[in-house]
Structure formats: C-alpha cells, structure tokens
C-alpha cells in the first residue's frame, strides 16, 4: 500500500485470525509500519500487510466490484458483506456472478415478471442477476451464431444446483415453444432436473441436498432461437453411498421418496416396510430433511417428473421395483457356513428377503443365492467354483447392489435423453454445467480424488479463459506489459494424468494384478512421485499421500482405491440379470459386445472418468464460457449469517480498472495531474493499485470549486429566466399582428393559383388532340415499313437455309465416303494383324502339344467336361424321373374322379329310370317341382324353332347319351331360346326325383311351361297356380295337357330304351308326335302369358316379404330356444342345491327334492314347444318322524354315491388330460392340411365340457406344454425353425377353432344370425324354394348351428376360463410368430452388411488390367456371367435363409396368410437396413455400387416370383425404397432430370430429405459423370428444409417396425374353415382306449 495514502486518522483493513479483516483507524506512522487501533486496543502491523478503506464507498456496496476504489481482498469480503446483509445476494467482478447461498427462499427474485425486465438486456444494465448471465449467454448465441457454456462452480452447499435451474428455467423461457399436451422440450428438459435429484442427489453434512454427480446439460437451439434438443451427460456417481452412509448423512432421496410416499397396494406389491426397517437406510438416524417436502410428497413430484419426461407406468414400475429389490437386498445377512471359508443364510428374514429380490427382479432364487455365496474361477483346466466366507459374500452383496443402482442411474439418464431428443442439426448450443466443488474431509477415498481432479480440470479452464483474455486486452491497447504471472495448474494435472507414471496410470497398472493391495500401491507412488513438487507422503501413515491442489493440501487414503478404480460386473451377476425374466431388467444388464473376453477384460473407473473430463473440456473449449461463482456464507447453513473465514477461502479474485475517454483528453488530464503509474490505450486508460484514490482526492477538491461556481450561474439563470418571460410576452403580441397580414395575403395566392390551374387543363387538352393525330399517322407508316423489312429478311432467311442444308448433305456424302474408305483400309490391316498373331499362336500351340504337359492339361480338362457332362444326366434323369412320377400321379387322381364321375352319372341314370317307373305305375303328371320343370324344358326344346322340324332334326335332341358322345344339337332361337335341351337337363333330374312324395297323388294336374328360371323367383304353390290358369284356357282341359306331359316323359323313356336295343327309329316317331302336341299348346298360351306377367310379379313381391317375415319368426325361435337352454341349466344347477339342504330339514324338504329328481330336465323346453308331458303327481301327505328320518338318510347316502362318483369322474378327466397333453406334445404330424395336435386338443375340450366350466386348470396346462415344447433347447437351428413353425401352425388352426366355436352373445351371435340370414336367401331362388316346398318348413328345434356340425364343430357358450384361454392363445400365436421373424433377421442382419457394398472385384476402377481382359472375354461368352459371379456370392446367403424358412412354413402347414405377413415384414426390415446403410455410408452411393445392389434385388424378385403371391404377397412392395434409391443411382444423364422428374416418376416415395442426400453423395466411379443439376440440387435443400420445419424433425432415415401385423380377427378371418370330419388319428393315438371320443 502506498504511503501517501495512509496518515494518521485513516481507516485501514487488517487481518485477524477471528474476521479475517476487520476496520482500524491509524494512530501512528512510520516509514514501513503503522499503529492501528481496533476492537479496543492497539496493535503494530507492517505497511504492507493493510490495505486501505474507501470511507465514501456506498453503504449498501458497489453491483460491480470493478467499480469500487480499492480493489482488494478486504475491499471485496466487505462488499459482499454489505450486499448480503440486504439481502442482494448477487454481485459481479466484471462479467464473473457471484451469488451467495442466503439458506431461504426469495420468490420475489425469480417470477416471470423479473425474466421479463432482463429480457434483452445487456449485462450491467440491471442489477445483478443469475438471469442477467443467462440472457447475455442467449443473446451472445442468437446475435453471433456462437455456442456459449455457463459454468457454475463452488463447494457443497453453495448453491449450484438450484443456480442451474434457475439458468435452465430462464432458458426455456426464452427458448420455449407453445404447447397444449406440456410435453414440450422445455419441460421436459426442466422435468429432468427433480428426476435426476431424486436418484443422484443426497443429504451430507454440508449440504441437504448436495448432487453426487457431475452433470452438462447441453441446450440446442435451432437458428430462429427455439429450443430444438437437449442432453444430459453425467459424471462419476458415487455409488459407494448406496451402501454405506455417515451418520446424519442420508442415503440416495430415492429410497425415502418410495418408502415414504407409495401407496398401501405398491408396498404391498413391493413388500416393502418403514425405512428404518433397511440396512441400507438405518445407518444414519437421519430420515427426513428439515426445511424441505416430506418425502411422501416428493415422491409425488417425481412420479410427475417421470410422467413429463415420458416415462410410461410399466417403466415407472420397473424403476421402483428395482429400488425396492435394493433395499430388500441390503437387508440379507450371512453366517459361517459349515465347511471352512464358507457362508450361509442367517435366519428366515434374510431368506424372507431374498425371496424378495428374486421375485422383483424375476430371477431364480437359487442362481441369485449362488451369486451371492460363490465365485466361479476360470482356469485352463475348467471352471472352479469357490465358497465366499461371511465377510466376502456381504462385499458380493454390496458390490450387486452398486452396479444395479448405477446402471439403473445410467439407464435413467439414457431415457431422459431419449425423451426429450438431440437436433443433429441445431444451430448452436448453450451448455450449463453442474459440477460437484472441490472436496477435502478428515477421510478422502477415491471420489474425493476424482472429484478435486474435476476442479483442478475446470480451475486451468478458468485461469486460461481470465487471463488470456486480459492479455490480449493488453495487446489490442498497445500498452507496455509484462506477461501476468498467475498459478498454473499444469504441474498438479500432470502429476494425476500424465502416462507412464501418473497416480491414474499407476492405479490402473497396479489393478491389474491379482496380489496387489493398498500397500503395493502406496509403496509404487512414493517410488514414482516422491521427487514432484506437488506431491508429499505423510510421516504417520504407509498408505496415504498428499496433494496440493490449488485450494489447499488434500491428503488421501489409498485403502479402497483398488477395489473402486474397477469398473466391471461380476460374471455371475451379470449372468443372473442378464437371464431375467424381466426386460427391463435385461435392458439394464445387456450382454457384452465382445463375448466372453469382454468380461473378464478389465476396466478403469479413473481412466473413464479422466476420458470423460478430455470430452467436457474439449465441448467447453468449443463455447464462450460464463462463469458463475457459488458462495456458502457459513458452515451452518444458517440464513443471514456471514462467515468472513469461510467466505474468504472460497474468493478467487482478479482486479483492473480501466476508463473509456477522449484519449488525448484524459492522457493529458493525468499528466497534468501529476499521475505517473498508468498507461494510456487505444481505448482504455489503465491504472495500478493505489492511484484511484489519489484521483479521488483530487475529485473532492475539484467538486468543491465547482459548487461556487454552479451557485454563480443559478443566480444568473433565475434573472435571464424574469427576461425571457418578458420577451415571451411581446413575442406572443407579434405573432398576432403578423397573423392576421398573412392569412389576407394568403386568400389573394389562392385566387391566383385558381385561375392559373385552369388554363393549364384547358390548354393540356388541345395539346393531347393534336398529339393523337400525330401519333395514327406516324404508326401507319412505322407499320408498311416494318412489314416490307420483316419480308425481306425472311426471303434472305429462306434462301440461306437452303443453301446450309445442300451444304451439309453434301460435306455429309463426303465425309462418310471417306470413313467407309478409312474403315475398309483398317479392316484390311486388322485382319492381317489378326492372321499373324493367329500363325503365331497356331505354331505355339503345336509346340505345346508336342510336351506332355500340354496333354495332362487337355486330359484334365477333358475329365472336368465329361464329370460336369455326367452331373448334368444324373440331373436330367433325376428330373426326367420326378415329372414321369408327378405324371403318374396326376392320371391316377384324374382316373380316380372320372371313375367317381361315371358311377354318379350310373347314380343318375338309375334314379331317373325309377322316376319313370313311378310316372308310369301312377299315371300322373310330375311334381311341380324341379322334374316338371325339366320336362317341361325338353318339350320346348323339341319345338325351339318356327319352322316344321322333321324327324331327322328333332331326333338328336331326345336322345342324350350315356357314353359321354352326345350328338350336337342346334341351339333354340327365338322366344324359346332359355329353355335348355334333354342332354342338360337330364343331370337334374335325380334331386328333383329324391324330393318327390312317393304318392302319385300327391303330384299336381298340369304345369305350366312358363315355369322356368326366367320367369322369375316363385314358390312352389304360385308356380302351380300359374301353370293351372294357362293351361286351362290354352288346352282346354287338364287330363289331355297331363297325358301329354306323361306321354312326352313315356316317349322319352321309350326312345332312351330303344336306343340301348338297336330299335331307335319307332320311339323318334312316336316322341315327335308327342312334342308337336306340346307345341301347339305352347304357342296357344304364349299370347296370354304377358298378361299374366304383372301378376307374378306382385305376387313374387309378396311371397318375399312373407319369407322374410317367416326368417324373423325363425331367428326369434332360436333366441327363445337359447333363453330356454339357460333356464334348463339354471333348473339343473338349482337342483343340484336342493339335494345338498341340510338334514335338519330334510322332512319338509324331500318330497319337494323328490318331485324336483323325478321332474324330466327339458320339461320348461318341451311346454314351451307345445310338446304333451304327463303331469306331476300331486305331492303325498306329511309322514311322521320316522318317515323324515329314512328320508334324510337316503338323500345323504344319495349325496355320498354322488360326491363319490365326481371324485372318480374327476381322477378319470385329470388322466385323459395328462395323457392327451403327452400325445399333443409329440409329433402328431398332419392330415390333409389339418394339424392333428390342434384338432385332438378341440375335440378333447369338448368332450370335457372345459369351455363351459367356471373355474378349471386344463387351459393353463395347455399354455405351459405349448410354451415348454417351443422353449425346449435344441442345438439345431433347422429343428428349431421347424418346431416353431410346427407349434404356430397348430395355435393359429385351435385359435380358428375357439372363434368359430365360441357364442357368448354380442359380434358371434350377431354373425351367426347374418350367416343364416344368407343361408335363408340363398334357398329362396326357384329350386330352393321348390325344394323347401317338397321339404316342408325347418322345425325350430334346428337352428343355425347344423350347418356348422357338419364340420365337426360345436356351439358353447364360454365362460371366463375360455375366454381368457382365447386370449392367452393370441398372444402365444403372436410370440410364436415374433420369434420366426426375429430369428430370420438375426440371421440375414450380417448378411446384409455385406450386400450394400460392393467388393472390389465388382468395381471397375480398382481392378487390374488383367482382371478387366478376363472379364472382357467373358462377356463376351456369356453377358450375364460379369454381374452374376459376384452377386451370387453375397446374396445366395440371404436367399438359400429365405428359401429354407418357405419350405420349413409349407412343410408344417402354416396358414399363406401368416407367411405373407412373415415375408413382408422380413422384405420391409431388408429394405430399412439396406436403405438405411445407402444414406450413412458415402461409398455405397455409387454408379458401380447401385448396380451391385441392383443385381441383388433382382435375385430377390426371381425368388418372389417362384415363391408366387399366395405366398410372398406384397414383399415386392416393400422393398420400393431401394429399389427406387438404386434405380436413381444407376440411370445416366442425371444432370438433365428436373426435379419433379425425379420425385414422381423415378423416386416417388422418397421424401426430399432423402433425394437431397442421395444426390449430394453420389458420385459416379465408372463413367465419370456429375449428379443432378445444381439448380435441382438447391431446389430439394429448399424442399427438405421446408419439409423437417413441417414434420418437426430432420431424419431421413426409416424405421423397422417390430409389431406383429395382425389381430386376432384377420387370423379368423384369413384363414378356411377347418373341418374336422374324416380326420384320421395317428395309429397310437387311435389304438388308445380312452380316447374313443375323439373318433365321434
């Protein structure tokens, strides 16, 4: 401190061991030492050692520190004091915020309305504020582009956390995007912060709620300055405190949140207890936090910040479930077991605990205890497995519990980033980092370490950022200085990180040794760091050493380094977790990338951690940093109090002043001053210690000169004031004389103007009259000349073509003349080359085969040629064989139903024969059903045409033959052309003649010949009545029509005889008489029929509308039957019950009983028929006492029979499950199509009435013995596929089955009604409705449900077992099919790496010029064989997959329906992996590389085209995104396509993100040609980015969609009934006695 300014009198700092600083007033002064005088005594300190005080300074202190006049240490404490005393807790040194703890709440100071005041404000403009950094952060990055960091640092307690939300809040603020659903980025960004409290944040002894993680949330903005993504990157938990805490420190907020705040159901779910009931948690007494939510509410918060995140409730259940499966894991104990150096269980609570965490993770209880009390030892000779003693088996289990905590940590911070999504392409980025401060206790382990490496990582950072860029303040002023010596970290940095021999590099060196303890490392650090400077080993202690970080010495002890430095999980834990039953469980405990050496191969927590701490730097290396400095102002954390000590070794401070002015002004304002310590800038003028004060000395006199003269000049101003007032008075009189002139003189202007106004329009006129007159003449003759040139020119033009075009034909002539002459000349030369060489070659050749080599050559080559030739003839023949047999094969079957054919048309014939026995032995007409209208179609027929037909015509018409050889005859014309001729109506016949009434007098009069297909829809009475009104009025009579119609079917049965006898030409003659005779009727009646057409149809129309009425009388028949079943079982269950009454009143009760077992059970269903039942009996009289006594003991000795033989029934139906369940097990193969295990399960559950029953066990049977055949290992990939195949062939036919069957009520029995309704329609055409009539109507005891019994079915009415057993079904059908699909991606996912590229033998820029001869030559031989040979190679892998899986589906009959799906998801996940690797990889989007992948999808469109649509479906379609992709690469003469060429002809279903960045990476490496235009190029960037601002995303890469395509319906619905009649059973299935009913 300077001299001059300490005199006696003044106010100085000293220090104090108390205060640190403290006010003293100087009493004495000498030339290096003054006296002071504080706290009431005196005391002598050196000059140096105080500092002065600015006495005028504000009392409430400076906001910027650099304001004040003495700049230093007690200067700044003291101001600090000042500003937190009135609760300004904010303070800045330049552009660095201090912010002081103040230990309770200020709303007041983080509101919306205070963000909105700094809200575009630049710094300094307010007071200080946390939000003032955020904002000149945000407005640094929106202004200039850049990415921008704000680092908060301090110790525990001070306030960092809550420092970072206030930074991220006002972010999102100013970032933030309007949302309805409060799923914004924003939120969830802000969402993440309680989250992540909750399980990395803790109560210590400093602080309530102190972060045990480092963390970097990086905020991405887009370029407009919306939030766009984010992300959390985290570092170095401490998962030490999940197992051990100090007293009264807690453990992870987590645990208490959930013990405290679930609900009654989730602990019980949970089985979790009181929270001082855990190991875990009771190691400290502390269980709640003093000035905070109680836990139960914080839970809340959580549950809701995992809900903004997007956390589903499955996950969330999962999360707690495994904190829940920690706490019950840290309360398992051990003892000695009772072989040596080994443990057990210690009593029923560790056991009960146990249970519990096996049954929360879903692990085997019996692999987690195992985990717990052994270790498996690799060595060459095999594993060994090695008991753990108590103490070993307790780190075992601490050591699980930590690595589950931490990957479940991880696991959180993983899904949060997920959640809230990254912008690959954000404009820039502001990064806030929460770091943990440095760290110093009594005992400093290995966290400490890594924590204090963090600082020391971060002070460099700072010291860097400060004083470079003070310096290159100096150097853009131009001042003279020296270079500022600050406290470089370097060496500290060096000595934790520098490789061979730093303490990290030596901690990893010494892990890897099995023998090494803490005293080998501490004694390897002493012998390495004994000589640095910053390195000290303690006197006491053999395992401890001190550091001296920049903050102070830190002393560490070395015990636990060992063990917490390595980072890897117990192979047994991770393979207990790995193999949970629980996914989310899997999730956390994925297996290792690199197999089993991944394992045991180890790694560094140190070595990670200073990895990290590489990344972080180098991400803040690329930001303008802001740094926010945390301050705890006591120890207590106390609001109000301030500690001077324990503030004053947080202070790290710098100072400058400097002062923006003229600068010629103030260099020569100092010099005159008689300043000689400072320097003048271009901009600044800077000043050393000491001298401000001076200038504030001279300040004080200058103000008091210049207040005499201020009072001068006032004096002045209130006389000059008294003037003006005057002045303004006569002014004021002016202005209003001189008004008044100037509005006169203003009215005589206007009148002028006026008058000048209008002689302008006026003479305007004229001028434009004459202009127009001028301007036609001088176009017209503009015109005629125009023209004349025009026609000249074109002449010229004319003539000039002419000439060019003989020109050029003749040049052309020339020119080809001389090119034929040219070409014919080195055709000559070639030829002659060409005949040299060959000499040459010819004379080699011989010379070669003169040596015997030569000869062994051609012999091989000669062996090679005829082995091949010899393949090719097995082949031939081999194939020759399998067609001649397909052959066989297929006339044997055609044989087969020609054989059937000719034994129904013998069917026929016979029928027909006995019809016309019937007719001639009645004497009748036919029925009016179907053989009246056949006959009445064979004698119109005979009369088809107007002219007179003679024998010879009409013979071939009656006389159809039965070998097959009908003769033609000519096809009817005119009004008569729908009748059919004899030869198709006679197959008729036999139906119509099965539905005649045997009676002859049961057949109608006549029929008419109206009746006929086209005459309309008409029942069998209306027909008949039809046919009775035409006739009677054409013939006149019935009985001559009848013998007509009798004598046509007796002439017909005449001619078909005498055809068989030779004697043909009698019966021809006899049956033309008759169809003569028929004809003049018909053409009687025809002119009476159009009369009687309109009558028909109204009639039909009414006939219809009485069907549909008997339709619903029909289904209301069948509802009312249902309803009555239900009331026969409601009657049976109530009987059941009356017969289990007690004893006690059995006298009242057993007549009732006995009448009830006497009663028929359907006797409710017959009354309500109408069916006679006798009636019951009247009841007895009352019998006495003992009477009721023999009563009561028949009906318990009836109850005993029946109780017994339930028993027995119920043993009987327990062994037919177990043995059906042991035949479905086994391969029960297929019959016809039909999957035999399906069909014996349906039969079965039918037989046992499982589908009606209430409650029943054989449904989860079934499930389990499904799932354990999938699930049984097998070495075999092949057997594993078939059995897959097999098992979803048989679930998908018994899923068919059980819809089909089940009719609950609602969609079944709607459907079942539609389907009869059709049905019901279907029947009522002309021979339906005939056939109904001969029929008589359906009883109602039929219903709809016979149609379906002819399959094998049945209708039940499932219960709730069912139903569910539906369900459970669905879903096994379902994971069957997702493992098939799984699988087959698994095994093509490698393969399909290696087919988007293509190798370097396909690619012609990398081949040798040899390689290019060869294939040269061979495409000349074979032109496909230069792109197949290396095709084949790549892809034949992917196509003999998916070959082998079509004929594994086909071999077990799996529906073409789930094939299809299967194939178009595997097609769909090709086209994704294939399209994806197109747009990440620059070297695939090539001209040589789209024609590889090319000719590989070639080969999957052969096989598609084999595998045929039933089966491939639309896996074609899938693959349009390479499709259209690769055709874009191979077409040429890109650069002529426009873009909308591009997008809908050739690349449609491309989006424009994905056309731009095909056409950006293309490049062509055969030809050598350019993309798309630039102007395309620029057009698609337009596009794409108007298209991700629309779809709120900038992928451009598709998506694999994993879910299964279909529901439960569409299998229902795909799939062919399956019928169950004629099903053959395999031999030892239908040898077993029990199973009788499966054959019924």
């Known amino acids: 401190m300077a001299p001059s300014v300490v005199v006696v009198g003044s106010h100085v700092w000293v220090e104090d061991p108390d205060d640190a600083w403290v006010d003293a007033v100087v009493t004495a002064v000498e030339k290096k030492k003054v006296t002071v005088s504080y706290k009431g005594r005196e005391a002598v300190v050196r000059l140096k050692h105080c500092h002065a005080r600015d006495e005028d300074a504000p009392s ?16 700044v404490l003291h101001n600090l004091f000042l500003r937190y005393s009135i609760d300004e807790i904010y303070t800045y040194t330049g552009s660095i915020l201090i912010a002081i703890n103040p230990f309770c709440a200020l709303p007041h100071l983080y509101d919306e309305h205070m963000m909105e005041q700094y809200k575009g404000t630049r710094l300094g403009e307010l007071s200080p504020h946390v939000f003032a950094i955020a904002e000149a952060a945000y407005r640094a990055m929106v202004d200039y582009g850049a990415s921008q960091s704000i680092l908060v640092s301090g110790e525990s307690g001070a306030g960092k956390t809550e420092t970072t939300k206030l930074i991220m809040q006002y972010l999102a603020y100013m970032g933030g995007r309007a949302s309805s659903d409060g799923r914004t980025i924003e939120s969830q960004v802000l969402e993440s912060n309680p989250l992540l409290e909750a399980f990395g944040n803790a109560k210590t002894v400093r602080n309530n709620n102190s972060s045990r993680f480092g963390k970097f949330v990086e905020i991405q903005f887009d370029r407009a300055g919306r939030i766009s993504g984010a992300a959390v990157r985290t570092y170095l938990l401490e998962r030490s405190r999940v197992v051990q805490i100090a007293d009264p420190e807690r453990n992870y907020h987590a645990f208490y949140q959930l013990c405290c705040g679930a609900s009654e159901e989730e602990r019980a779910r949970l089985k979790l207890g009181a929270a001082e009931t855990y190991h875990y948690l009771n190691q400290s007494n502390c269980y709640e936090i003093p000035g905070k939510d109680s836990n139960a509410v914080e839970y809340q918060k959580t549950r809701r910040a995992m809900e903004v995140v997007g956390l589903t409730l499955d996950e969330q259940e999962a999360i707690f479930r495994v904190v829940a499966a920690i706490l019950h894991l840290g309360n398992i104990t051990f003892k000695a077991g009772t072989a040596a150096d080994s443990s057990k269980l210690h009593g029923d609570k560790s056991k009960f605990h146990l249970e519990a965490v096996a049954e929360l993770l879903r692990c085997e209880k019996k692999k987690l205890r195992e985990s717990l009390l052994t270790r498996t030892l690799v060595t060459r000779d095999g594993n060994i497995k090695k008991d753990l003693d108590p103490a070993a088996a307790v780190v075992s289990r601490d050591t699980l519990a930590k690595t589950i905590y931490s990957r479940l940590f991880d696991w959180l911070v993983d899904k949060v980033n997920k959640s809230i999504g990254q912008d690959p392409a954000c404009a820039s980025i ?51 200085w020296s270079y500022i010596e600050f406290v470089d970290n370097q060496d500290v940095l060096e000595l934790i990180e520098k490789k061979p021999m730093g303490i990290i590099s030596l901690l990893d060196e010494q892990c890897m040794f099995p023998k090494s303890c803490a005293e080998t490392f501490a004694t390897k650090l002493y012998q390495s760091c004994a000589a640095h400077p910053r390195f000290e080993k303690p006197k006491l202690s053999q395992t401890d050493f001190t550091i001296n970080h920049y903050a102070g010495q830190v002393t560490y002890q070395c015990d636990l380094f060992l063990d917490k ?25 994925p297996p290792s990338a690199g197999g089993e050496k991944a394992k045991t191969k180890f790694t560094s927590l140190g070595s990670s951690f200073k990895q990290q701490l590489a990344e972080l730097m180098a991400s803040l290396g690329t930001t303008e940093p802001h740094y926010v400095r945390c301050v705890k102002p006591n120890s207590k954390n106390r609001p109000g109090a301030f500690e001077n000590q324990n503030v004053i070794q947080q202070l790290r401070c710098g100072s400058r002043a400097s002062y923006e002015d003229n600068k010629s002004a103030a260099k020569a304002m100092l010099e005159k001053l008689g300043l000689t310590n400072f320097q003048v800038g271009k901009s ?138 040219l070409r014919r000349s080195a055709v000559v030369l070639q030829c002659t080359w060409r005949g040299r060489a060959a000499r040459l070659h010819l004379k080699r050749l011989k010379h070669e085969a003169k040596q015997t080599g030569a000869l062994q050559a051609a012999k091989t080559r000669l062996e090679k040629q005829c082995e091949e030739l010899t393949w090719r003839l097995q082949l031939e023949k081999r194939m020759r064989s399998d067609l001649e047999e397909s052959k066989s094969v297929e006339m044997a079957r055609v044989q087969q139903e020609m054989e059937q054919l000719r034994a129904e048309l013998r069917d026929a014939h016979t029928q027909v024969d006995h019809l016309h026995a019937q007719l001639r032995a009645g004497g009748g007409a036919p029925t009016p059903g179907r053989a009246t209208g056949e006959g009445t179609r064979i004698g119109r027929s005979a009369s088809g045409t107007h002219t007179a037909p003679s024998s010879a015509a009409a013979s071939p018409v009656l006389m159809p033959s039965r070998s097959g050889k009908d003769m033609a005859s000519p096809p009817p014309t005119g009004k008569h052309a729908g009748i059919k001729p004899v030869d198709v109506a006679l197959p008729m016949l036999p139906a119509a003649a099965a539905a005649a009434p045997s009676s002859p007098a049961a057949l109608p009069a006549l029929t008419h010949p109206l009746a006929r297909p086209s005459s309309g829809r008409l029942s069998g009475s209306a027909l008949t009545e039809r046919v009775e009104e035409g006739a009677g009025a054409a013939v006149g009579s019935a009985g001559s029509a009848a013998d007509g119609t009798v004598g046509a079917w007796e002439g017909e049965g005449a001619v078909r005889e005498g055809a068989a006898e030779g004697g043909a030409a009698a019966q021809v003659s006899a049956a033309v008489l008759e169809n003569e005779k028929l004809k003049e009727a018909l053409e009687a009646s025809d002119s009476r029929a159009a009369a009687m057409e309109e009558a028909i149809v109204s009639k039909d129309e009414r006939i219809r509308g009485l069907e549909d009425h008997v339709s619903t009388l029909k289904d209301e028949c069948n509802r009312l039957r249902e309803h009555i079943q239900g009331m ?40 309500l028929f109408g069916a006679s039942h006798t009636s019951v009996a009247p009841s007895p009289p009352p019998v006495g006492l003992p009477a009721a006594r023999e009563a009561a003991s028949k009906v318990a000795a009836t109850q005993e029979a029946e109780m017994k033989r339930h028993h027995i029934l119920a043993e009987r139906q327990q062994a037919d ?63 594993n596929a078939d059995r897959l195949a097999f098992w979803l062939s048989n679930a998908s036919a018994l899923l068919h089955l059980l819809h089909r069957s089940f009719r609950s009520g609602g969609a079944s029995g709607s459907q079942m009604q539609a389907q009869r309704r059709r049905q019901q329609q ?11 009539s001969f029929r008589g109507p359906v009883p109602p005891s039929l219903d709809d449900w016979s149609a379906v019994q002819a399959d094998g079915l049945q209708a039940v009415d499932a219960k709730f077992p069912a139903l569910l057993f539906k369900q459970q079904l669905t879903a096994f059908v379902e994971k069957v099919y997702s493992s098939i699909r799984d699988s087959l991606k698994k095994d093509i996912s490698q393969m399909l790496v290696a087919c988007i590229q293509a190798s370097r033998s396909f690619r012609p820029g990398v081949m040798t010029r040899q390689q290019q001869r060869g294939q040269a030559a061979d495409a000349r031989t074979s032109p496909q064989s230069q792109a197949a040979a290396p095709v084949v190679a790549q892809w034949s892998g992917i196509i003999a997959q998916l070959t082998e899986l079509l004929n594994t589906l086909k071999a077990n009959h799996v529906p073409a329906f789930l094939v299809r799906k299967l194939f178009s ?28 992948v090319k000719a590989g999808l070639a080969e999957l469109e052969r096989w598609i085209f084999e595998a045929t649509d039933e089966y491939a479906g639309s896996a074609w379609e899938e693959l349009r995104f390479i499709r259209q992709a690769v055709g874009f690469l191979v077409i040429h003469q890109k650069p002529k396509k426009s873009l909308e060429d591009i997008s809908s002809d050739l690349c449609p279903a491309l989006s424009m993100q994905q056309l731009y960045r095909i056409s950006t990476m293309y490049r062509d490496d055969k030809y050598g040609t350019h993309s798309v235009a630039p102007a395309v190029i620029n057009a698609m960037r337009m596009r794409s980015s108007e298209e991700s601002t629309l779809n709120g995303t900038n992928s451009f890469l598709l998506d694999d969609d994993s879910s299964v395509p279909f529901a439960v319906d569409d299998i229902c619905k795909e799939l062919p009934n399956l019928s169950l009649t004629g099903l053959h059973m395999p031999p030892h299935l239908r040898d077993s006695g029990p199973f009788h009913y499966l054959f019924s």
């Not at 004389?737 to 006026?762: H, S």
């Open 60 to 75: 409430c202190g400076v906001d910027d520190m650099t304001k004040l006049s003495y700049l230093h240490e007690p200067g």
């Open 430 to 480: 502001i990064g806030v980092l929460d770091i943990y401060g440095f760290e110093t206790f009594q005992f400093n382990s290995f966290e400490q370490f890594c924590i204090n490496l963090a600082n020391e990582k971060l002070q460099q950072h700072f010291n860097q950022h400060v004083f470079k860029a003070e310096q290159e303040e100096y150097e853009r002023e131009e001042i003279d």
């Open 565 to 589: 430095n390595k980072d890897y999980v117990v192979a047994e834990h991770q393979d207990l977790l790995g193999n949970s039953k629980d996914a989310f469980v899997v999730s956390l405990f």
């Open 684 to 821: 600044k003028v800077f000043l050393r210690a000491g001298q401000m004060a001076m200038l504030d000395a001279m300040r004080t006199q200058k103000l008091n000169a210049a207040v005499r003269v201020i009072q001068r000049f006032m004096r002045c101003w209130l006389q000059r004031r008294r003037f003006l007032a005057l002045r303004k008075a006569a002014v004021k009189a002016q202005a209003l004389w001189r008004g008044k002139a100037a509005r006169q003189e203003f009215e005589r202007r206007r009148r002028e103007t006026a008058a000048v106004r209008i002689q302008k329009v006026y003479r305007g006129c004229l001028a434009r009259r004459q202009y127009a007159r001028v301007q036609q003449a001088v176009l017209a003759l503009q015109a005629g000349a125009r023209g004349m040139f025009a026609r000249s020119e074109a002449r010229s033009r004319r003539r000039h073509l002419a000439a060019t075009r003989i020109q050029m034909r003749y040049r052309g002539h020339r020119e080809r003349r001389a090119y034929a002459k």
């Open 1128 to 1167: 026969e079982r409601e009657f049976q269950v109530l009987r059941r019950q009356s017969l289990s009454m007690a004893t006690a009143t059995a006298a009242t009760t057993a007549p009732l009983q006995h009448a009830a077992h006497r009663a028929p059970a359907g006797r409710l269903s017959s009354a």
């Open 1217 to 1279: 499950q177990d043995a059906v369940l042991q035949f479905v097990v086994s391969d029960l193969g297929f019959d016809n199509n039909r999957p035999v295990a399906a069909c014996v399960l349906y039969r079965a559950l039918l037989h046992w009435r499982s589908f009606d029953a209430e409650q029943t066990n054989v449904f989860d049977r079934i499930i389990q013995t499904m799932s354990a055949a999938v699930d049984a290992n097998d070495s075999a990939t092949s057997t």
């Open 1322 to 1332: 279907a029947a009522t055409s002309l021979f339906g409705r005939m056939t109904q």
């Open 1465 to 1492: 998801q595997i097609f769909a996940y090709i086209n994704v992996q294939l399209f994806n690797s197109l747009l990440l990889r620059r070297e695939c989007c090539s001209f040589s590389n789209g024609e590889y």
